[in-house]
């Protein structure tokens, strides 16, 4: 995902697994670099930083938001225009609410299985995949585990990159809902590491090695 990046001026990432940034996470594991990225992780610092960049018209806004984990809030229900969610479901929410106000950037968002399942989308999510192209936006996304994805996201996705599976689920969800032809298809479960199968919009594909 980062390479297609790059060479963005607006982008936003939701780094839902704390994977990118400075440093080292658990086991000593370096961190993934964003060089030239604002690193926010409050949600009140995401907004603020946001809402002045659109008044001022910033010709480059990269921002890297994590929000923090905190074990005690995990259990706690917050009411969104009269549903309730849990925190982490609730704060992806609000940060989707954010990008779709400043409107005119790329919105990645790392994992974006935790936030949905095959079947279902919270509201804000359905219309960033259906309609926010209106508005300048444009997603990106990854995803470990494909039959966790949204069928209607993996279905109206432009550009699909997959790597090796092997779980039939996984294999049957993009096949069925990706679009991954049926002689793509086959390679999938032997792919080498770091290398791809890249579905174009036209519905041709190759193997890439970012």
């Known amino acids: 995902m980062l390479d297609k990046l790059w060479d963005c001026k607006h982008v936003i990432i939701y780094n839902t697994a704390g994977d990118f940034g400075n440093g080292t ?78 409107g005119d950037c790329v919105f990645a ?3 974006i299985w935790n936030f949905q399942n095959a079947a279902w989308s919270p509201d804000v999510l359905n219309e960033l995949m259906l309609q926010w192209r209106h508005y300048g936006l444009t997603l990106a996304y ?3 585990i494909p039959q966790k994805v949204d069928k209607t996201l993996l279905t109206v996705s432009t550009e699909i990159y997959c790597g090796r599976l092997n779980l039939e689920n996984d294999l049957n969800a993009v096949r069925r809902n990706a679009r991954i032809p049926e002689d793509a298809m086959r390679l999938l479960p032997n792919l080498p590491d770091w290398q791809f199968v890249h579905r174009f919009e036209n519905g041709t594909w190759k193997l890439e090695r970012p």
């Open 109 to 111: 968002v790392d994992e």
């Open 142 to 144: 990854t995803a470990q």
């Open 25 to 102: 996470r658990g086991a000593g594991r370096p961190l993934k670099p964003l060089p030239g990225f604002r690193f926010i992780f409050s949600m009140s610092e995401l907004a603020a930083y946001l809402l002045q960049a659109k008044q001022e018209n910033w010709q480059k806004v990269r921002v890297c938001f994590t929000p923090l984990r905190n074990p005690a809030m995990e259990a706690e229900e917050v009411v969104i225009r009269g549903k309730k969610y849990p925190m982490k479901m609730a704060l992806f929410i609000t940060a989707c609410d954010l990008v779709r106000d400043f």
